[in-house]
T-cell receptor, first 111, second 117 residues
Framework: GQQLNQSPQSMFIQEGEDVSMNCTSS?????WLWYKQDPGEGPVLLIA?????ELTSNGRLTAQFGITRKDSFLNISASIPSDVGIYFC???????????FGPGTSLSVIP | EAQVTQNPRYLITVTGKKLTVTCSQN?????MSWYRQDPGLGLRQIYY???????DKGDVPEGYKVSRKEKRNFPLILESPSPNQTSLYFC????????????????FGPGTRLTVL
């Protein structure tokens, strides 16, 4: 069954606000991935994290690999309308495991 | 342009009528995979393929078949579709090492929205 949980499930924010979302697992992961799915399109990889405690940025996005290796966080600063979409966390437990995806966090940005 | 293409993008069909959704990638990737996306459940893997003639079941393979006769193509076959297979389907590909380690970055197609009446 599904092993990744994401919260919140959905969020509605005002343009310019910062956003935080997280992903948790009951199992240890050695890689955490964050994908974004724009409306009507397939997911695209945003950030990959490979080490516990790692903090990685991609423009206004910052993601962190939790030190317990059972969670990860994604922050978006100063949100803009094009940030709208579904954000998925994902990861393989090991390099040879398949990637599993969380249920997603749906983000809506009100101009 | 590097891409994964899927056809058709939209399909409405009736229960029991066999259908095939095609997937093709031009990146010479070894690994290809099919997912279905349902509200609240995220992306669930149906089948995957590590290379030509090598396929394996994912988490939700029941009611689906795949084949990998060529490296670039990975069609998804529904022999007898049922309404519970109404979903949004994504094909994805990524590179893989000779040792079997799959790259974390998967490239997704645009999706196929299937409705089975």
């Amino acid at each position: 069954g599904q092993q990744l949980n994401q919260s919140p499930q959905s969020m509605f924010i005002q343009e310019g606000e910062d956003v935080s979302m997280n992903c948790t697992s009951s199992s240890i992961f050695n890689t955490w991935l964050w994908y974004k799915q724009d409306p009507g399109e397939g997911p695209v990889l945003l950030i990959a994290l490979y080490k516990a405690g790692e903090l990685t940025s991609n423009g206004r996005l910052t993601a962190q690999f939790g030190i317990t290796r059972k969670d990860s966080f994604l922050n978006i600063s100063a949100s803009i309308p094009s940030d709208v979409g579904i954000y998925f966390c994902a990861g393989p437990k090991t390099s040879y495991d398949k990637v599993i995806f969380g249920p997603g966090t749906s983000l809506s940005v009100i101009p | 342009e590097a891409q994964v293409t899927q056809n058709p993008r939209y399909l409405i069909t009736v229960t029991g009528k066999k259908l095939t959704v095609t997937c093709s990638q031009n990146m010479n990737h070894e690994y290809m995979s099919w997912y279905r996306q349902d509200p609240g459940l995220g992306l669930r893997q149906i089948y995957y393929s590590m290379n030509v003639e090598v396929t394996d079941k994912g988490d939700v393979p029941e009611g689906y078949k795949v084949s990998r006769k060529e490296k670039r193509n990975f069609p998804l076959i529904l022999e007898s579709p049922s309404p519970n297979q109404t979903s949004l389907y994504f094909c994805a590909s990524s590179s893989a090492s000779s040792g079997g380690a799959v790259s974390n970055e998967q490239f997704f197609g645009p999706g196929t929205r299937l409705t089975v009446l």
